[in-house]
């Protein structure tokens, strides 16, 4: 028998809580809720799971935080949820790592379609690098496909799951413009839903780290009303 991918769903409202758990088991996935920040902070940072749900607003500490904290151990999938819309939201929940977005109301159907997705891209990520020093380098930056590492002049950066995917899948595919839905396809998986921002954030993240001036990018060029190419 294989495997249950485990969920952890970190949400005050418990109905909302069970109703998740419910749609997701369901899917066959093994689910823990914690309805408070500091609970589910302190299971993230002590148990192992496969996708993290955080709602935004919780008592204790607010999703943002545990998603910058998870980070810091983990490139597992998360999930921001949030009754607010506006945009400094998303921006600041990607900015510190997550990896999609999805408000308040919401059907259960769409949030298991989103974690299937996700789960199924990060599996199949994690494991499609397996050549021994299988290596990119162009002009400085130095991107270690096997240990899944990104080395600017030498010093190592940071990366996310998703930051290091679109790098990764752009470096491969040199001097070729996509638009960002193409590329929102690609990384993400999904075409009907999520929101294309997402990329413009992951690129702008991808900047500060590798580019010397970020306003005259050497590496990743913006093309106007078209996309994005990687230089060579």
Known sequence: MSKRNRILIVEDERSIAELEKDYLELSDFDVTIANDGTDGLGRALSEEFDLYILDVMLPGIDGFEICERIREISN?????????????????????????????????????????????????????????????????????????????????????????????????????????????????????????????????????????NTSKPQYIETIWGVGYRFKI
């Open 76 to 212: 597992a999938p998360i999930l921001m949820v949030s009754a607010k819309k506006e945009d400094i939201d998303k921006i600041r929940g990607l900015g510190l790592g997550a990896d999609d977005y999805i408000t308040k109301p919401f059907s259960p159907s769409e949030l298991v379609a989103r974690v299937k997705a996700h789960i199924s891209r990060y599996t199949r990520l994690v494991g499609s690098y397996t050549e021994p020093n299988d290596e990119i380098e162009i002009r400085g930056l130095k991107i270690d496909l096997t240990a899944r590492r990104v080395f600017v002049n030498g010093e190592e950066k940071n990366f996310t799951t998703k930051e290091f995917d679109l790098l990764v899948f752009l470096a491969q595919h040199p001097n070729r413009v996509y638009t960002k839905e193409e590329l929102f396809k690609e990384i993400w998986a999904m075409e009907s839903v999520g929101d294309i921002a997402t990329v413009t954030v992951h690129i702008k993240k991808i900047r500060e780290k590798i580019e010397f």
